[in-house]
């Protein structure tokens, strides 16, 4: 008996979760929908292109497939990546109009895989890549010497709030 109680009362306290779960889930489409009514959204939205990568033709260590991992999965990577690249690249500001040199920051870079495609598909921009584990901080920091981008590209190790950098993208 004492079995049946303790699952009925699991069960009570999943279905209690997914509740709350939903009830939150409301209140973010909610928030989400005032945000798109109100002018603060004045901007019209436009759907970013899909890039088309030769990944053969990159430099050597900007394919995000390649290392251990199953070819599926590589395939997946490199499709999140390339969407994530065209979404910051329609974002970043004409350099030659703004008359200086845009920052883009990849927060929780790891070791670098947007930040240093949207580096070499924006040579004129300037990437941070800032990263709080210190062991990925340094393969972040072999890929750009390996690159030769240290003038370009900059590898900050610590935390999002402690970062006071520039950023007109993150």
Sequence with gaps: ???????????GRFERRRKEKRERMCLAGALADK???SESCSLPFEEPSILKLDWETLPAGLDPSTGCLYPERAARKRGQVVGMVA???????????AGRRATVVD????????GLLVGYMRPDVKIVLLERRSGTCGLASD????????D????VC??????DGPCDIG
Excluded at 152 to 155: C, D, G, I, K, N
Excluded at 158 to 163: F, M, P, R, W
Aim: glycine share 14%; with cysteine; hydrophobic share 40%.
């Design 152 to 155: 370009r590209v900059e590898v």
């Design 87 to 97: 979404a910051v690249l329609s974002a970043i500001p004409n350099t030659t109009e």
């Design 1 to 11: 008996m004492g079995a049946t109680k303790g699952k009925s009362s699991m069960c």
């Design 107 to 114: 927060f929780g870079a790891g070791s670098g895989h947007l």
């Design 158 to 163: 610590g935390s999002i709030q402690d970062y």
């Design 143 to 150: 890929r750009v010497r390996a690159l030769g981008w240290e």
């Design 35 to 37: 945000v798109i009514e």
